[in-house]
């Protein structure tokens, strides 16, 4: 092997080490899925989480639906449910969440149908 392509070699790993561990300072929020099931009150038009405080719903007539679905009906997240960090996925660094675009995968709140996993 040559000078010229050892120097090569060195600046390609170099390269590679430097984006890794600058990937784990950077970061990516989960976004909960559009297929993510959750539970909607017809009476205030709020979604809520499947773990939900039962003094949000109580009184009203809940029902479940697909995130899409209810946002495409006007539901809005309910306040609380967002307080509690219920729809925040996990954080993700950029290498994970890189390797989890070709398959790979990762600890997530929900599964690729849409459950909640907790």
Not at 57 to 77: C, D, Q, V, W, Y
């Amino acid at each position: 092997m040559g000078k010229t392509s050892k120097i090569i070699v060195v600046v390609v790993i170099s390269l590679l080490l430097i984006a890794f561990f600058l990937s784990i300072y950077i970061t990516v929020d989960e976004k909960m899925p559009d297929n993510a099931v959750v539970v909607v009150t017809l009476e205030d038009k709020h979604y809520h989480s499947i773990h939900f405080d039962y003094s949000v719903i109580a009184g009203k007539t809940a029902k479940t639906m697909l995130l899409s679905e209810a946002r495409a009906k006007g539901f809005m997240p309910d306040q609380l449910s967002i307080d509690l960090g219920y729809f925040r996925g996990n954080t993700l660094f950029l290498y994970q969440y890189i390797l989890s675009k070709f398959g790979v995968r990762y600890n997530s709140r929900w599964d690729k149908d849409g459950n909640w996993l907790w």
